[in-house]
């Protein structure tokens, strides 16, 4: 009967320590789990995306750090020569512009640059614009913090603005200006009247 107890206590035993064992594992991939949330809320984040302000014809791509942390040793790379305004000049190519050539030591939160990339009736003129202005490109970040480092590429796509920019800024301004004209002259005319 002893021997019967004996092996049950140790059955027992074998049980609980396997048990034990599963849970302190589970536990390990929960602290694990959070370190790693811990970490993606608090990290950096560069983020590269081209943008139109609203009644302008103008694209413009930016690149800023949408994260709550800095990130350190940053390097941007573009993967083709693109001239702003179509401009074939290398004063205008963004490869050669500083912030594609050299590292950039701190990208603090919310520290961003703008670029301007051209007109929506320039980039979208012809096949000789889209050669010097692609309508697609890479932009590659590679950036380290907390110990870690990343390498980030975004495809920019320019197609999607193509008719959704002013075809002239001219034209907007003509038509505020008389708007203006208009309420000019009503006044006028009631003050005559």
């Given at each position: 009967?002893?021997?019967?107890?004996?092996?049950?206590?140790?059955?027992?035993?074998?049980?609980?320590?396997?048990?034990?064992?599963?849970?302190?594992?589970?536990?390990?991939?929960?602290?694990?789990?959070?370190?790693?949330?811990?970490?993606?809320?608090?990290?950096?984040?560069?983020?590269?995306?081209?943008?139109?302000?609203?009644?302008?014809?103008?694209?413009?791509?930016?690149?800023?750090?949408?994260?709550?942390?800095?990130?350190?040793?940053?390097?941007?790379?573009?993967?083709?020569?693109?001239?702003?305004?179509?401009?074939?000049?290398?004063?205008?190519?963004?490869?050669?512009?500083?912030?594609?050539?050299?590292?950039?030591?701190?990208?603090?939160?919310?520290m961003e640059l703008n670029?301007?990339?051209?007109?929506?009736?320039?980039?979208?003129?012809?096949?000789?614009?889209?050669?010097?202005?692609?309508?697609?490109?890479?932009?590659?970040?590679s950036y380290s913090f907390?110990?870690?480092?990343?390498?980030?590429?975004?495809?920019?796509?320019?197609?999607?603005?193509?008719?959704?920019?002013?075809?002239?800024?001219?034209?907007?301004?003509?038509?505020?200006?008389?708007?203006?004209?208009?309420?000019?002259?009503?006044?006028?005319?009631?003050?005559?009247?």
């Amino acid at each position: 009967m002893t021997e019967v107890l004996m092996g049950l206590l140790v059955l027992i035993t074998a049980v609980y320590a396997c048990v034990t064992f599963r849970i302190a594992k589970a536990n390990e991939q929960v602290v694990r789990a959070m370190e790693s949330q811990g970490i993606e809320a608090n990290r950096p984040y560069i983020c590269i995306t081209p943008f139109a302000k609203p009644g302008d014809q103008i694209l413009y791509l930016r690149i800023s750090n949408t994260g709550k942390t800095a990130a350190t040793k940053v390097r941007l790379r573009i993967d083709r020569d693109f001239f702003q305004f179509a401009v074939r000049d290398d004063k205008y190519n963004l490869a050669t512009l500083n912030v594609f050539k050299n590292e950039i030591d701190t990208f603090p939160p919310g520290m961003e640059l703008n670029f301007y990339l051209g007109t929506g009736p320039t980039l979208f003129a012809d096949k000789e614009a889209s050669d010097i202005s692609p309508l697609m490109f890479v932009v590659t970040a590679s950036y380290s913090f907390f110990g870690k480092t990343v390498e980030e590429s975004t495809t920019v796509d320019l197609c999607p603005y193509l008719r959704t920019v002013d075809s002239d800024p001219l034209i907007h301004e003509i038509k505020e200006l008389v708007k203006v004209l208009e309420n000019v002259k009503d006044s006028l005319r009631q003050r005559a009247g």
